[in-house]
């Protein structure tokens, strides 16, 4: 099972989650990594999801469209919005402040 490590204001945490897990979808039914994953709603529009991508990147899809039009020229810099992807490896994310668009 891929194991999910989620850094945020100075703290790790650490799961295991099912394959093809979406971590916004397990932060609303309150599974990790709920509560500390910020987000709202859940369909790449607000991109309070927002996190950079510390290890397994490269595994993952590249940014849809949604992504794209939220983060602009952030994705060069490692973000991805959570909402929009599917866990199925190893993972470690950084939920950083977004910074401004450039
Ligand atoms: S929760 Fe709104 S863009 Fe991901």
Do not use: S
Not at 7 to 29: F, H, M
Not at 65 to 79: M, P, S, T, V
Not at 81 to 86: D, N, R, T
Request: hydrophobic content about 35%.
């Amino acid at each position: 099972m891929p194991v999910v490590v989620f850094r945020t204001r100075g703290e790790v945490y650490r799961g295991e989650v099912k394959e093809n897990t979406n971590l916004v979808v397990r932060a609303g039914i309150r599974q990790f990594p709920f509560p500390h994953l910020r987000y709202e709603c859940g369909m790449g529009k607000c991109a309070r999801c927002a996190c950079r991508v510390l290890a397994g990147g490269e595994r993952l899809p590249p940014p849809n469209w949604k992504e794209k039009k939220q983060l602009g020229e952030r994705i060069d810099a490692g973000f991805r919005l959570a909402c929009q992807l599917w866990i199925e490896h190893d993972i470690e994310l950084a939920q950083d402040e977004l910074p401004a668009q450039p």
